[in-house]
């Protein structure tokens, strides 16, 4: 019978792929590596394969490294720059060496390896690694890929009778990304540390490592750090009018807003008095909608994980993690937002009706209130947005697996839902020669938000009858004085935001770029309200920055963020983090910034681009060696020319944590 070897990512989704294909009827055996299993069985792939003996077992993850030899691993010579063309080597780590060699041994006996990867960049090159051992123990062996996002019995059944070829241009793309990143970031890492300790004080034995993706992560916080250090106040005055009627105080917005000049608001003011009666001008009534949310993506998720339960992004996508390889929840990194016309809805809302908190709702769709989820506009062509895949009762599940499949779920079916529906009145009204617009809503269907706590939609008191053409004078008529508001610090999730519309890094990897810029000790996750304090005592940046920066704040960058808040964090306090930068922070980007390259280091444009790249290998649009040369390129010229102005950077050091060291000082 055809021997038929198998290898998935990860140990979990090895036995679960076994438990479907062999229907429970596998034998188990022990391997070298105490993670790894090799689980036997028969299959029917059907085609020219037929019926097969099947051995299932798997890697943790990537097998290989990318490495300098070793005649580059002092870090005293050869010096840094050399490693933009130092030779490198692709090794098997010692921890992962008896992975590989279980791997060649049973290729040795197989026709054909098939790969159980996850469908991303990352699983198709740890795709091309369990090739590459299969093919050190039998040159000839058949490659062939299984597609899947979940571990559902019957998708995953369907992935073994559909099989096609690896995606060589995906493992391209992923390799240049590989040593790319090693040589950028080792450069750069060693130029830093090397040239900065000499200062002594806390440089003295700290590793400033230098990422493509944290150093632009970083900016972003820096730069919201100083918007609100450096923001300026302004006073605006405003005017607000008020009719009741029917025992309903109506009140009317000014047109205008808000305006800074006092005595211009006061002239407009007298005017509104001087009229002594309001003409009616409009009078609207017409249907409103809140629209349901779209199907959820990774990024989606991490935003709300953050904003909603308070988890860090990276914590979330480890929980869903472990709920997607439990089978609960389909693969959690995805870029789609829109649900394949083919795919069949019903039966997912139908295994969520058992539940008490949502079946009702789960089983009023299936009676007639189904409605087509909304078709985004990205879709990666590998994986549906995450949805749930069976119903998980909550005793299976620990504390914050609940909380996410509960979102999960949620979401899933509110995209299936209608959206909530309304009325909405809008009364136009002239006072003066200043015109003032009164809203109302009354929300008739509340559909999707039955079973979506997370946004609300509570409409206001219906306006009482007002006529086109009617005068009225007014109840009450005010001038008001208020103060434009700061920008708040960042929200994980506004950082998350900014990265994916930025492109750095990827869905995947956004999480864990926000959590190194932390271990790094270049910025801190503080409880929302503690942004403000001066603390140089804990290396938190004790100063406001120079109002050179930029300008941004100053003066009247303020105007017309006032009452935003400008973040979205879901609310002060209640376990919201924010993100502050320590002084090493702000001296690193700092002193790049006042480089001024064509293209800084602190800025995203660089690893934007690259990311693109990458996207462009995948595509057949250029090659992996043409993106190793252009990329590096670029790179050795910032290098260069760091390394020219390298003092600039030195006196940010000494202005910021120096500096700071000395005040703390006793």
């Given amino acids: 019978m055809t021997r038929i070897l198998c290898v998935a990512e990860k140990p979990s989704i090895s036995k679960a792929v076994a438990g479907h294909l062999s229907g429970g009827r596998f034998q188990t055996h022990a391997t070298r590596n105490q993670y790894i299993k090799n689980y036997e069985f028969d299959f029917n792939f059907g085609g020219s394969w037929g019926s097969c003996t099947v051995t299932m077992t798997c890697v943790t993850g990537h097998m290989t490294a990318l490495e300098f030899p070793p005649d580059f691993k002092d870090w005293k010579y050869p010096p840094p720059d050399q490693l933009f063309n130092a030779p490198v080597q692709t090794v098997v780590p010692d921890d992962k060496k008896t992975i590989a060699q279980n791997i060649e041994s049973k290729a040795k006996y197989a026709k054909a390896l098939v790969i159980w990867t996850d469908c991303d960049r990352e699983g198709e090159h740890i795709g091309g690694e369990i090739r590459d051992a299969a093919k050190k123990g039998n040159s000839g062996i058949e490659i062939r890929r299984a597609r899947f996002s979940n571990i559902e019995r019957a998708h995953i059944l369907q992935a073994a009778q559909r099989l096609t070829p690896l995606d060589e241009r ?13 040589r950028i ?8 540390t090397l040239g900065l300790r ?20 970083l900016g972003f916080v820096v730069d919201r750090y100083f918007r609100v250090q450096n923001f300026i106040p302004e006073t605006f005055w405003s005017i607000k009018v008020m009719q009741e009627r029917e025992d309903i105080k109506v009140n009317f917005s000014w047109a205008r807003h808000r305006i800074f000049d006092h005595a211009s608001a006061v002239i407009l003011f007298e005017r509104c008095l001087l ?17 349901k949310p779209l199907p959820l993506t990774t990024v989606d998720f991490q935003k709300m994980a953050t904003r909603l339960l308070h988890m860090t992004g990276q914590r979330a996508m480890t929980v869903a993690e472990a709920l997607y390889n439990k089978g609960f929840i389909s693969y959690p990194r995805t870029e789609t937002d829109r649900f394949d016309k083919g795919m069949n809805l019903r039966t997912l809302i139908e295994k969520q009706t058992q539940d008490q908190r949502w ?18 506009r990205h879709d990666d062509k590998a994986h549906p947005p995450i949805h749930p895949v069976i119903y998980a009762a909550p005793t299976v599940l620990d504390h914050d697996e609940k909380r996410v499949y509960e979102l999960v779920v949620r979401r899933f079916l509110a995209c299936c839902s209608d959206d909530a529906k309304g009325v909405a009145t809008d009364v136009g009204m002239l006072y003066g020669d200043e015109s003032f617009n009164a809203h109302g809503v009354v929300v008739l269907e509340r559909n999707y938000l039955d079973v979506y706590p997370y946004e609300n939609w509570t409409g206001t008191v219906q306006l009482p009858k007002f006529t086109v053409g009617e005068r009225f004078e007014p109840t009450e008529a005010v001038i008001t004085e208020g103060k434009t508001a700061a920008p708040s610090y960042l929200t994980e999730a506004d950082l998350i935001a900014l990265m994916d519309v930025n492109g750095i890094g990827t869905d995947a990897t956004m999480a864990e770029h926000i959590e190194k810029i932390q271990q790094r000790q270049y910025a801190r996750a503080v409880d929302r309200g503690r942004g403000g304090a001066n603390q140089g005592s804990d290396g938190e940046v004790e100063n406001a920055a120079p109002p050179a920066r930029g300008g941004r704040g100053g003066n009247r960058g303020g105007r017309g963020r006032g009452g935003r808040g400008g973040g979205s964090g879901g609310g002060r306090g209640g376990g919201v983090k924010e993100f502050i930068p320590t002084s090493l922070g702000v001296a690193l980007i700092e002193g790049f910034d006042r480089m001024h390259f064509e293209t800084s280091l602190s800025k995203p444009f660089l690893r934007k681009e690259m990311e693109l790249q990458m996207k462009a290998i995948c595509e057949g649009r250029t090659t992996k060696q043409d993106v190793l040369r252009q990329s590096l390129s670029k790179y050795r010229q910032v290098f260069d020319q760091s390394r020219e102005e390298f003092n600039i950077l030195k006196d940010a050091c000494r202005q910021y944590v120096l500096g700071n060291a000395a005040r703390a000082a006793p």
């Fill in 275 to 291: 009229a002594k009666t309001a003409k009616v001008e409009k009078v609207q009534e017409k249907p409103t909608k809140k629209w």
């Fill in 170 to 182: 995906q493992v391209d793309a992923v390799n240049a990304r590989i040593e790319l990143d090693l």
């Fill in 198 to 217: 000499p200062l002594g004080g806390p440089l003295d034995n700290l590793l400033l490592s230098y990422g493509s993706c944290q150093f632009p992560t």
């Fill in 185 to 192: 970031g080792f450069a750069f890492t060693r130029f830093l």
């Fill in 359 to 376: 079946g009702p709702f789960a089983q009023n769709l299936l009676n007639g209130a189904f409605q087509q989820p909304r078709q985004g």
